[in-house]
């Protein structure tokens, strides 16, 4: 699909294209007061798609099981090696990319009772909630996963569909369509993982809110794969500005109800010229089968989605979104400093984090109080990933779009007031003080007893200026950036042993006056609960892949 590029008016002005983004975020932040269309909208959970993707008589090929390559170190030391300079020559072995895709792949199936409506349903064989090691809205996983191989890599070349279901390749085109990447891209490489969205794997339930979820979504997976590989010494930079017609043409999809929003470029090619592919017809692609008897497509997602494909347009110089980060933050106080943020101390938390990942729903606890140091690990986590480089913002140490703040309520020596988190100088911060109790009725669902909650962390943005400096572009980058922010503390929440859980049914508006930011810029984007998790828990939990027996022979 082809539209044309979007035109930037210059600073101080929005383009048309941003125009849309930011009357589909206003929307999205006030859905709770002024529902969204459709009017009436209700779920057919009888018609909804398959969590998975399946591709028709493509051939697949097999995976090195999830984690079969010990993952190194713990997750503030993969997050701090993904912002050090780039290491593009090599390119991960098949273990390693094994381990990146598995983040997305099944792992094991939990079944317990919690606040969820369905809680009883998931008990039974057929409503098995399946884990994965990256977190979803709403756990309807609707990124899909594509490999571009060249020749002499990991890969025989072609195009290959990552399997979340086996955990396998399929194998969809066997040319080599690098080269329609390096020029989408402008990253010369011999193999690239691209992650497109289908739109109806989550629309189906969230109807015209689906886009400001899916960004997110793609930011989460985008989070699990820079961690994973940085902690095996890669550190690709991921591409967001792209011309999305090659790229959509290249893995075979549409660009419409499915598109691809990010591509990570692997390892670096030398030699001559990229082969260009031949004119003529392609080879058609296997189908993938659709669960689904009636798939449905919603206006609002389709403009703001359409807004946001920037074409051929060139990408913006680095220092366009220099004013679009948070500036020094402010509190009506003293700072508060938090202890040093550090690993666990076995050195192998990221593979656990990322095998016991979990959302903590209606089984948090606010008792004992977080202490500090729990809660400033993963403050560090979530703002540290997001001073990663990107192709819009190359800078070794980039400032972050997001902004980290907080409503506290059961953490050792702080006030119940909302707090502004400092990641340079690694403190809070304090501003208006408030009413936890008054919290639960600004929360759409049931699922949480947000007085349980020790805190609530707000991943913040300063969204007017992004789309002013890239359109409605600006709105999506932002979204992947909170998305990630969000899967780097749940792996840290994880791996402390800490109960957490991502929400977007709070009332934005009321949070923003809350947080104390009504009136200016920055608006909330999502929520991250924290807490303790509480013990005992009915039911169970079970691996498909067992962990590797340690050099003592117990099982970690």
């Known amino acids: 699909m082809s539209t044309p590029a979007s035109t930037h008016d210059g600073p101080g002005r929005i383009p048309d294209d941003g125009a849309v983004a930011l009357d589909y975020a206003r929307r999205a932040f006030e859905r709770q007061r002024v529902p969204l269309p459709p009017p009436g909208f209700r779920v057919d959970w009888d018609d909804q798609p398959f969590r998975h993707t399946f591709y028709r008589d493509?051939?697949?090929?097999?995976?090195?099981?999830?984690?079969?390559?010990?993952?190194?170190?713990?997750?503030?030391?993969?997050?701090?090696?993904a912002r050090a300079a780039r290491n593009p020559a090599a390119t991960p072995t098949p273990e390693e990319l094994a381990a990146a895709l598995a983040c997305y792949a099944v792992t094991g199936r939990r079944a317990s009772p919690d606040w969820n409506d369905d809680s009883t349903r998931r008990l039974h064989v057929g409503q098995a909630v399946w884990s994965?090691?990256?977190?979803?809205?709403?756990?309807?996983?609707?990124?899909?996963?594509?490999?571009?191989?060249?020749?002499?890599?990991?890969?025989?070349?072609?195009?290959?569909?990552?399997?979340?279901?086996?955990?396998?390749?399929?194998?969809?085109?066997?040319?080599?369509?690098?080269?329609?990447?390096?020029?989408?891209?402008?990253?010369?490489?011999?193999?690239?993982?691209?992650?497109?969205?289908?739109?109806?794997?989550?629309?189906?339930?969230?109807?015209?809110?689906?886009?400001?979820?899916?960004?997110?979504?793609?930011?989460?997976?985008?989070?699990?794969?820079?961690?994973?590989?940085?902690?095996?010494?890669?550190?690709?930079?991921?591409?967001?500005?792209?011309?999305?017609?090659?790229?959509?043409?290249?893995?075979?999809?549409?660009?419409?109800?499915?598109?691809?929003?990010?591509?990570?470029?692997?390892?670096?090619?030398?030699?001559?010229?990229?082969?260009?592919?031949?004119?003529?017809?392609?080879?058609p692609l296997p189908r993938v089968w659709e669960r689904s008897r009636r798939v449905r497509s919603?206006?609002?997602?389709?403009?703001?989605?359409?807004?946001?494909?920037?074409?051929?347009?060139?990408?913006?110089?680095?220092?366009?979104?220099?004013?679009?980060?948070?500036?020094?933050?402010?509190?009506?106080?003293?700072?508060?400093?938090?202890?040093?943020a550090e690993d666990a101390a076995d050195g192998g938390g990221l593979e656990r984090a990322l095998r016991t990942r979990r959302s903590g729903f209606g089984v948090l606890s606010a008792r004992p109080a977080l202490h500090p140091a729990e809660l400033g690990r993963i403050l560090r986590a979530a703002e540290r990933i997001g001073r990663c480089p990107t192709d819009v913002a190359p800078g070794p140490d980039r400032r972050p779009w997001v902004r980290l703040r907080l409503l506290a309520n059961a953490v050792d020596g702080l006030e119940r007031r909302a707090y502004c988190y400092d990641g340079d100088s690694h403190r809070l911060l304090p501003g208006p003080a408030v009413d936890f109790s008054d919290l639960q009725r600004h929360y759409a669902l049931t699922n949480y007893d947000l007085r349980q909650c020790a805190a609530v962390v707000a991943v913040c943005g300063r969204l007017e200026p992004l789309v002013g400096a890239y359109g409605a572009r600006g709105y999506r980058m932002l979204g992947i950036e909170v998305g990630q922010a969000a899967q780097s503390a749940y792996l840290a929440a994880a791996e402390a042993d800490l109960g957490i859980g991502a929400v977007l049914g709070l009332d934005n508006p009321a949070l923003d006056a809350m947080l104390g930011i009504s009136g200016t810029d920055e608006r909330s984007m999502l929520f991250l609960l924290l807490g303790r998790r509480r013990a005992p828990r009915t039911g169970y939990d079970h691996d498909l892949y067992r962990p590797r027996p340690t050099s003592e022979g117990a099982q970690r």
């Open 58 to 81: 493509a051939p697949k090929l097999p995976l090195p099981a999830p984690f079969s390559a010990p993952v190194p170190g713990g997750v503030l030391a993969s997050v701090e090696r």
């Open 132 to 283: 994965r090691p990256t977190a979803s809205g709403g756990g309807m996983y609707p990124v899909e996963s594509y490999l571009v191989a060249g020749p002499d890599t990991v890969l025989p070349c072609g195009v290959y569909h990552h399997d979340t279901a086996h955990h396998a390749l399929d194998r969809l085109s066997v040319q080599d369509r690098t080269a329609a990447l390096e020029e989408a891209s402008g990253v010369r490489a011999p193999l690239y993982l691209v992650a497109t969205l289908r739109f109806w794997k989550n629309s189906f339930k969230y109807h015209s809110f689906a886009y400001h979820v899916v960004t997110q979504d793609t930011g989460a997976l985008l989070g699990s794969w820079r961690t994973v590989l940085a902690a095996f010494g890669h550190t690709p930079r991921p591409v967001l500005w792209f011309d999305e017609a090659p790229v959509s043409a290249a893995v075979g999809v549409d660009g419409r109800t499915e598109a691809p929003f990010l591509v990570l470029p692997l390892g670096e090619r030398t030699g001559g010229p990229s082969p260009r592919l031949l004119p003529g017809p392609a080879a």
């Open 298 to 340: 919603f206006e609002l997602v389709e403009q703001v989605h359409l807004a946001a494909l920037v074409g051929d347009a060139p990408r913006p110089a680095p220092e366009a979104g220099a004013d679009c980060v948070a500036g020094p933050p402010t509190g009506d106080g003293p700072s508060v400093p938090l202890p040093p």
